[in-house]
């Protein structure tokens, strides 16, 4: 996996981000996962946790695992969620065993990481069987000149992503959105 370039750290970084979230992301997200008792949560590519304050504040009975980069892990520590552990790992080579976690989220990284085919091959694999994988991200390759955004490593569009997701045994239950999408997938039971 290859830490994101100079471009990408400014916006994910930023206050900004924040905002974003609250108007077309995480939030969004998180009305789209109802109220479920999850017990376990992992979230991928959390970055310096303004996404994992929203999870935690959702499922704050649930034990979460926030993952990403090291450089970015280090701001989100200091984040001091009670129900949160940060480690530091990549989404390609996840170190937890198989069904481990009752959901898992995604929330505009994938774009980041050039192998995120493997990336949603380990989400299955780290998800009990009936878990959920809640997505949000970019269909870059829907912007009539995506080349224009090619400090982002990773182009796809929404169908290409749910397509991805359906050859790793994920069934797709709910999609919403285009340039920025939604999607709830489960793993069989």
Not at 42 to 62: M, P, Q
Not at 92 to 113: G, P, R, W
Not at 145 to 171: D, G, Q, Y
Request: charged share 25%; glycine share 8%; hydrophobic share 45%.
């Amino acid at each position: 996996m290859v830490e994101m370039g100079y471009v990408s750290r400014l916006f994910v970084n930023s206050r900004l981000l924040h905002y974003f979230h609250k108007l077309f992301g995480i939030a969004r997200l998180l009305d789209m996962s109802g109220n479920g008792g999850l017990r376990t949560v992992l979230e991928l590519g959390c970055g310096v946790g303004i996404t994992t304050r929203f999870i935690a504040s959702k499922f704050a009975k649930a034990k979460i695992v926030a993952v990403d980069y090291e450089s970015q892990i280090r701001i989100a520590r200091k984040r001091n969620l009670p129900n949160v552990r940060f480690v530091a790992g990549d989404a390609t080579k996840l170190q937890f065993n198989n069904n481990s976690f009752d959901a898992v989220f995604e929330s505009f990284a994938f774009h980041h990481i050039p192998g995120y085919g493997k990336a949603i091959e380990e989400a299955y694999r780290v998800l009990k069987p009936g878990g959920k994988f809640w997505i949000v991200d970019f269909a870059l390759k829907s912007l009539p000149f995506h080349w224009l955004v090619a400090f982002e490593p990773v182009h796809f569009t929404k169908r290409e992503f749910v397509c991805k997701l359906k050859s790793n045994r994920f069934s797709v239950t709910k999609g919403e959105g285009g340039l920025i999408f939604r999607i709830e997938a489960i793993k069989p039971s």
